[in-house]
Nanobody, 116 residues
């Protein structure tokens, strides 16, 4: 079982930037396609971006050109750089594998709050 710990969230003004980290422990994630998800109050948890084990990336339309997902397999860590943040990006951000049947227990997430 992999344990996931997200960090790097905070309060930022619109137009600002944050870099989130997702550290995995217990097993290597280097072969797993990984994703960043977010959940706003009263809404479902949605996939924001993903990265394959070979580095191919996917972004949901609302973050294209603003967010960049990356991974460091040596550190067993996945990152997401978020630029030009908007109030609608406010949510708790989580990471996990995008392979549904392999999904691990969700971490505590990291809160991102963007003020207008």
């Amino acid at each position: 079982q992999v344990q996931l710990v997200e960090s790097g969230g905070g309060l930022v003004q619109a137009g600002g930037s944050l870099r989130l980290s997702c550290a995995a422990a217990g097993s290597t994630i280097r072969l797993d396609p990984m994703g960043w998800y977010r959940q706003a109050p009263g809404k479902e948890r949605d996939l924001v971006a993903s990265i394959s084990n070979t580095g191919s990336t996917y972004y949901t339309d609302s973050v294209k050109g603003r967010f960049t997902i990356s991974r460091d397999n040596a550190k067993n860590t996945v990152y997401i750089q978020m630029n030009n943040l908007k109030p609608e990006d406010t949510a708790v951000y989580y990471c996990n594998t995008v392979v549904t049947y392999r999904r691990w227990t969700w971490g505590q997430g990291t809160q991102v709050t963007v003020s207008s």
